[in-house]
């Protein structure tokens, strides 16, 4: 019997009151029951008192007792302790009262669908004496059955998983797509997403929005702009917070979220404790591909770089910014967040794979005004949208070379032997291979540490690659690490690799601003030069530029671009030039941008308190203006 203190001594004092007999001394009768004794009952009704009672008289009071009544066989508080079945199991908790079948069904019939093992047959004939004939015939005088279990499953033939040999319906059906294991949603981290199939492929049809991984963990957010553009984790953004400058579409970070979802960066697209809810992950390159031929691009095409397809974009594109949305991918323009803030929302939409081309990932865009695809490396600190694909339990490979080697798997490089840039470990030839060139070039040439392969273009030699040393010529340093304050200010020779990140350093080079370009002491090796604005024209002429139109400015020529550029940025690298967009440092608060979508290159030739300079981007063709001299760009050198 439980007892608190208080009424342990209160108990006490009546006992002591009325040591064995019912006395009415102390005001108050105790014999409750009135048997002239006081016992435990009668102790108990004091606690009627306070309201307090032992309905069950088990000696302890109601409120702190867990079964007012009796527990039966079971266990159960009150329960019936009936076995109708006898066998050892209380009604109560019986999953079956009664007998199971063979089939599993609790008081079932058993196996009771008919299936027709075999008819018996028997031959007879007859003899037709008008027709001299006999006819022998054979007819059916048994069927022999074999009952077996009815099929459970779904029976409506509406449903994605209807069973046509079902005969028991047991409320599995499903009405969404197939490949989506006929659902249409999935809730993850709060927020139920819309789903598609689109082939053989069950994908998010919205961005994703989740601000924690699949395990729980918080995905930083909220960074600043130097906090963006210097981190190598995981983080994610919502376009327009904070204070980033906002440069196309809306500064509303609230609206944005329910829109466009959130924007992540590849670290944490890349990031083990994943992205997307179990069951489903960030599709690789591959996966993207298979996607794109599901809606008609070729498979040449789907293997190929830049913009890509047909109307491929138009079928993924919702009808608010010209596509048709057949493919129910419903793919809206979220922007992107570049190293200095937001940009594109409402124009361009850029999504991530999980796959990368050495140190860069592959991304995919979709743009207004334009029906194809665009698939392009990009810089993993990119804020860009997220989708999830539905995992298979097939391994598919989508191998469009027929190479042996997986899309997402491939690695671009030279693959000819013979070539003196031969990358060993290439599977894709991506179009820079150079040779051993005509008397004005060498194959290579060795500078501080480095060995640049060299091309030979028309009459001149010129690298294959963006300088990256970090020394003049003389062995002096160039000023490099500087701060986004210190380069806006500088007037002296500087370098920097982009964001600070070592791993550019081997794709893009550094970038150096034109004091450095500038300096008697020298960017490039001895024998070598900056190329001047004429260096340049030369160069494009040999591709089949016009004089008129080398001399003009702005975007000019036809195709000169698409023959300088590697393949995985939309080029055809037939010059052997080998251009990377290696973006650049701006001149006016020392931040990067670009990189994966624009390079920049360096002339010698000043222009006022400018110099000249060439762009290359997504178009065929070659911008030539002046740049401010504290802008951070690409440098190629060609020899004297």
């Not at 009627?48 to 527990?71: H, K, P, R, T």
């Not at 040779?435 to 540490?449: H, K, L, M, V």
Request: hydrophobic share 30%; proline share 4%.
């Amino acid at each position: 019997m439980r007892l608190t203190k208080g009424y342990a001594c209160l108990l006490l004092l009546i006992a002591v009151c009325a040591p064995g007999i019912a006395q009415t001394g102390c005001g108050y009768n105790p014999d409750y029951n009135g048997d002239f004794t006081i016992g435990t009952a009668d102790l108990l009704s004091i606690l009627n008192l306070w309201s307090e009672s032992d309905s069950d008289a088990d000696g302890i009071w109601d409120s702190q007792d867990d079964c007012v009544g009796v527990y039966d066989a079971c266990g159960v508080c009150n329960g019936s302790g009936l076995d109708v079945d006898a066998d050892s199991v209380c009604d109560d908790v019986d999953p079956c009262v009664g007998d199971v079948d063979a089939c599993g069904l609790c008081n079932g019939p058993g196996p009771s669908v008919p299936v027709i093992d075999e008819i018996v047959y028997v031959t007879d004939s007859l003899f037709v004496p008008p027709l001299g004939t006999w006819y022998v015939f054979s007819y059916a005088v048994d069927t022999l059955y074999t009952y077996v279990c009815p099929v459970q499953g779904c029976t409506d033939a509406s449903a994605a998983n209807f069973n046509p040999l079902a005969v028991i319906e047991d409320g599995s059906c499903t009405y969404g797509p197939a490949q989506c294991g006929g659902t249409t949603t999935v809730t993850f981290d709060g927020h139920t997403y819309a789903l598609v199939a689109i082939g053989t492929q069950c994908w998010f049809a919205e961005n994703l929005r989740s601000d924690n991984y699949r395990n729980g963990d918080a995905i930083p957010g909220n960074l600043s702009d130097a906090q963006w553009t210097s981190t190598s984790s995981g983080t994610q953004t919502v376009y327009g917070e904070g204070s980033s400058s906002v440069f196309e579409g809306s500064s509303n970070d609230v609206a944005n979220l329910a829109t466009y979802g959130r924007l992540y960066n590849w670290y944490a697209v890349n990031d083990s404790r994943g992205l997307c809810p179990s069951g489903f992950h960030v599709p690789s390159d591959g996966e993207w591909m298979t996607l794109e031929l599901a809606l008609g691009m070729s498979t040449s095409d789907v293997n190929s770089t830049g913009w890509r397809g047909t109307d491929q974009g138009a079928q993924m594109k919702t009808s608010s910014w010209g596509g048709t949305n057949s493919s129910g991918f419903s793919a809206l323009p979220g922007g992107i967040r570049w190293n200095a803030g937001f940009d594109f929302e409402g124009s361009s939409g850029y999504w991530w794979t999980s796959s990368a081309n050495v140190n860069s990932p592959w991304s995919r865009r979709l743009r207004y005004g334009n029906t194809d695809i665009g698939r392009n490396i990009a810089g993993p600190l990119l804020g860009s949208s997220v989708r999830c694909v539905l995992d298979t339990e097939s391994s598919f490979c989508l191998d469009p070379d027929l190479d042996g080697v997986c899309a997402e798997n491939e690695v671009s490089g030279c693959a000819d032997s013979t070539a003196s840039n031969f990358n060993p470990e290439a599977t894709e030839n991506d179009g820079s291979c150079v040779y051993p060139g005509p008397a004005q070039c060498s194959s290579s040439i060795t500078f501080d540490s480095h060995t640049y392969a060299l091309v030979a273009i028309g009459t001149q030699c010129w690298f294959a690659e963006n300088l990256r040393s970090d020394n003049y010529r003389n062995g002096e340093p160039i000023p490099g690490n500087l701060s986004s304050s210190e380069w806006a200010s500088t007037v002296s020779g500087a370098q920097a690799v982009y964001n600070n990140d070592l791993g550019s350093l081997a794709n893009y080079g550094r970038l150096y601003n034109w004091y450095a370009v500038n300096d008697s002491r020298g960017l490039c090796p001895s024998g070598f030069h900056v190329p001047s604005d004429g260096d340049w024209m030369t160069l494009e002429m040999a591709l089949g530029m016009t004089s008129s139109d080398a001399n003009s400015l702005g975007w000019r020529g036809t195709d000169q671009g698409t023959q300088m550029k590697m393949l995985t940025w939309g080029g055809t690298n037939s010059s052997g030039f080998s251009a990377f967009p290696g973006g650049s440092r701006d001149f006016g608060n020392g931040n990067f941008y670009w990189q994966g979508e624009r390079g920049y290159w360096w002339s010698s030739s000043p222009d006022g308190n400018d110099a000249w300079s060439r762009t290359l981007t997504e178009v065929p063709n070659v911008y030539r203006s002046t740049d401010f001299t504290r802008h951070g760009i690409s440098v190629r050198c060609v020899r004297d």
